[in-house]
């Protein structure tokens, strides 16, 4: 079967990742609006909405609404990191959900909306768990609990349905239930651009 062709970049979804490129897995609450969110960023060569942290093989987004699959619903970001880097891919992550409420993000509740972040390297680890100490900080004085957010390994990911793939750009007017907490997080490299 023929992957679908993304609607925003036009390459395939399945397309090689391009040398010196990275990559990231976010989970942040339905994956429509974030998906959106990180394909509008310069500097991101591809985006994805799937599946990731469970324990099914190949899950249908029926199966994950459902429960019993323990996937969440995430984005697969294919980034050029000299244009854009991770460290901003964090910023835009930590302020565009609320990290605190477990299982939920709004009115959409599950485990398939809890905010992730799988790593693929020791780096990527690293400055994820800096920034979730840093933003735990900023929250705590916004008088917001403690992040709920998991930092966990890249594990298999599970692409969703053709149809959900770049939805928004199909259906502007579509749901997207992205809401941040009104903090900002730390941008030491916004002045540089990247």
Request: with cysteine; charged share 20%.
């Amino acid at each position: 079967m023929t992957a679908p062709i993304h609607r925003i970049f036009g390459r395939p979804l399945d397309a090689e990742m391009p040398k010196g490129f990275d990559q990231a897995i976010f989970g942040m609450g339905c994956y429509w609006g974030v998906e959106r969110l990180f394909w509008q960023l310069d500097g991101v060569w591809l985006t994805e909405v799937g599946f990731a942290g469970g324990t099914v093989a190949d899950p249908s987004y029926k199966q994950v609404c459902a429960g019993g699959t323990n996937h969440a619903e995430v984005v697969r970001v294919i980034f050029d990191s000299s244009r854009i880097s991770y460290d901003r891919l964090l910023q835009i992550f930590w302020e565009n959900h609320n990290p605190t409420q477990g299982n939920r993000q709004g009115n959409d509740v599950g485990s398939q909306y809890r905010s992730m972040i799988m790593y693929f390297t020791d780096s990527q680890r690293a400055a994820a768990e800096r920034s979730k100490a840093d933003y735990g900080n900023r929250l705590a004085v916004g008088g917001f609990p403690n992040i709920t957010t998991q930092i966990v390994p890249a594990a298999p990911f599970y692409p969703a349905e053709a149809d959900h793939q770049q939805y928004l750009d199909r259906y502007p007017d579509g749901y997207c239930g992205l809401r941040g907490t009104g903090v900002k997080a730390h941008a030491s490299d916004i002045a540089e651009g990247i």
